[in-house]
């Protein structure tokens, strides 16, 4: 546990930078999305054993705090899927290594681009879904 | 030459448990970006949630054995790549051998629970919706 407190006190003390950053990003996005796959693999699967259950989990799907956490997930996987590409390529090829501050940062921006259409169309559907526009 | 580049003079093969792990994470990481991706598109950006129903998820998701393949492939890999994510997070801040054990043997039932829930209801679900009542 204490490594767990050093960790979140270093966060903002030690000067880690974008490496620092990325990882801590990759840690969390991952964590939320294992727990979210976790309720997911069980509703899901109510299809078949309760469907009743199923529909009332697709209801509360529906719910305005539910398709915040939805575009929270989508942030979370599209920057650990962008994020762990980096260290797999970076991993296999070690001449990338060099360029390891630009691929870190390119990283973030390229998330950054896939994510704004990502988030403009869930906005449009969460509008149009909830009767606002 | 080898020395010259730093790269040892002969590949050696290392084949233990932490290595195999290291390895999985990075190879099922690069299955799981197109297949996790593909998902997201298809069910948050196509479609969404409100078009998400019972009736639509068995006939036109479930009714086609490809997406059931499809599915199990998601299940199963992005579980365990998951899933050996948080054992690797756990091995960081759990000192304690002994806590980190029963730690350990909680998180693989709830492994094996979930792959089980998921391929039965995959393989298992019916491919007709079944009448179900009107839930209000």
């Not at chain 2, 054995?65 to 790549?81: C, E, K, Q, T």
Request: proline fraction near 4%; charge should be neutral.
């Amino acid at each position: 546990m204490k490594g767990l407190l050093t960790t979140v006190r270093e966060l903002f003390r030690y000067r880690g930078q974008e490496g620092q950053l990325a990882w801590m990003g990759h840690r969390l996005s991952g964590l939320g999305t294992v727990l979210f796959f976790t309720f997911h693999v069980i509703d899901t699967s109510w299809a078949f054993f309760w469907p009743e259950g199923y529909v009332h989990a697709l209801k509360l799907y529906k719910h305005p705090l539910f398709l915040l956490g939805e575009m929270v997930l989508v942030l979370a996987v599209l920057y650990h899927a962008i994020n762990g590409l980096r260290v797999v390529l970076m991993d296999f090829f070690p001449e990338l290594w060099q360029y390891q501050r630009r691929l870190t940062i390119g990283g973030f921006v390229l998330v950054g681009l896939l994510y704004t259409p990502a988030f403009l169309i869930m906005g449009a559907h969460m509008l149009q879904g909830l009767d606002i526009l | 030459m080898a020395a010259e580049t730093g790269a040892p003079a002969r590949r050696v093969n290392i084949n233990n448990f932490e290595t195999n792990v290291w390895r999985y994470m990075r190879l099922s990481g690069l299955l799981i970006i197109p297949l996790l991706l593909g998902h997201l598109l298809i069910l948050h950006l196509i479609n969404s949630v409100f078009d998400v129903n019972y009736e639509w998820v068995i006939e036109y998701r479930w009714g086609l054995i490809g997406w059931r393949i499809y599915d199990a492939f998601l299940l199963w890999f992005a579980g365990l790549h998951g899933f050996l994510g948080v054992r690797c997070v756990i091995r960081d801040y759990v000192h304690d051998a002994q806590v980190r054990r029963v730690i350990m043997v909680v998180m693989a039932m709830v492994v094996i629970f979930l792959f089980l829930l998921g391929t039965v209801a995959l393989i298992g679900a019916p491919f007709e919706p079944v009448e179900i009542p009107v839930v209000p």
